[in-house]
């Protein structure tokens, strides 16, 4: 009677370090962290130019979050509201100030967040708060002022132009009769200096989508996003890095058609395609999306070692409608290669993003939701 007793002790202890175990796990993925996020709602009264559900959200320049989706105010067609999921801790208040910002001339637009405060906390009682955003400036408005202000300036200095392009058209007259003579002085000035070889331009290669044998023409119809990737500066290049032994990475006189965030992003697309999957799209095409497929590269090289080997690795997270993190995964490949020399490398570099693409579309079948 007695063992008996005692397996029914260990056995409900068991069973309560189980259910613990569960409830956590569940926290964890309604939270999508163990710092939280709180949904802020930007509304803009007039236009929202280029803002798109994905955007980045910064808080006196430090990104604290990202836009989960759009949507109109029912009470004035002429607003649109910005549904931001932020980082609990971040200190916004009902005295922040919010704008769009542009990364560079022509950058992504992002949700700038600005000043506060302490004494002027924000009212969740009543659900997500809601902060008014200063006027925002489109880029065709813009344009215009820049085309005026030019317009202005050639009017200005009409004149003035004129005779530099006759003075440039005698110049070119000249050139012309005297161009052997040219010739032979540069010819001349090439033997004196004793020239060299030119730098040899990089050899173009393509990343190719691989043909895989996953279908995912059955899963539900579901709007999805891939987002652009983000990875670190020594990787945002076009040209094919070699990790040395030393853990360097060295650009080759190999380029991509494209740098490797956006070359990665426009693949994964088409492997989702060929996998008869029609609903994913970049973020430029589904301004509303339901989910958001989120892809951080951590390796895009070759490693030198006895046998080189190609590594294509990134962790990705699908976000759901609501800005919550439905899941989370790694995704990798590698392929051995027999040299480190141009054909060799980009055949390996090829395998190793097939391998990986295939990890990448067997996670999306367990990851996306039941509809």
């Known amino acids: 009677m007695e063992p008996r007793v005692r397996y029914i002790v260990v056995g409900l202890f068991a069973l309560l370090i189980g259910l613990a175990g569960l409830g956590f796990a569940l926290w964890i993925q309604n939270k999508g962290s163990l710092r939280g996020r709180d949904e802020l ?3 803009f009264e007039t236009v929202a130019p280029g803002l798109r559900a994905g955007a980045p959200v910064a808080f006196n320049g430090v990104r604290i979050g990202e836009v989960t989706r759009l949507s109109f105010d029912k009470s004035n067609l002429s607003a649109v509201n910005a549904h931001l999921a932020i980082e609990r801790d971040a200190p916004i208040t009902s005295a922040t ?3 769009l ?3 560079g001339l022509l950058g992504a637009v992002y949700v700038s967040l600005t000043g506060g405060d302490a004494d002027k906390p924000l009212d969740r009682a009543k659900g997500a708060p809601v902060i008014v955003a200063r006027a925002a400036t489109s880029l ?3 344009a215009r002022e820049t085309l005026d202000a030019v317009k202005m300036l050639v009017t200005d200095n009409a004149e003035p132009l004129h005779d530099i392009v006759i003075n440039a058209q005698s110049f070119a007259a000249a050139l012309g009769r005297n161009s052997g003579r040219i010739d032979s002085i540069l010819q001349g000035l090439d033997r004196t200096l004793g020239g060299g070889d030119k730098e040899a331009k990089p050899v173009l290669y393509d990343l190719t989508a691989p043909d895989v044998n996953i279908d995912l023409s059955n899963m539900p119809e579901a709007a999805l996003i891939v987002a652009d990737p983000t990875t670190v500066a020594s990787l945002d290049t076009q040209r094919l890095i070699i990790k040395t032994a030393q853990g360097q990475l060295q650009p080759q006189a190999v380029q991509w058609p494209d740098s ?6 426009k693949r994964v697309l088409q492997s989702f395609d060929k996998a008869g999957y029609r609903f994913a799209t970049a973020p430029s095409d589904t301004p509303t999306p339901e989910l958001q497929l989120q892809i951080d590269i951590s390796a895009f090289q070759m ?3 006895q046998t080189p080997l190609a590594k294509v690795r990134f962790s990705v997270r699908l976000i759901g409608e609501d800005g919550k993190v439905i899941g989370r995964g790694e995704i990798q490949g590698e392929a051995p290669a027999p040299s480190t020399e141009p054909e060799a490398a980009v055949a390996a570099m090829n395998e190793a993003f097939g391998k990986a693409m295939e990890a990448l579309l067997e996670w999306c079948k ?5 509809r």
């Not at 490797?260 to 992003?265: A, D, E, M, S």
């Not at 367990?366 to 039941?370: G, R």
């Open 41 to 43: 709602i930007v509304r």
């Open 260 to 265: 490797i965030p956006k070359l990665v992003q």
């Open 366 to 370: 367990t990851a996306l939701p039941a």
């Open 97 to 99: 100030q919010a704008t």
């Open 303 to 305: 490693a030198e070692a």
């Open 140 to 142: 065709q408005q813009q």
């Open 101 to 103: 910002e542009a990364q």
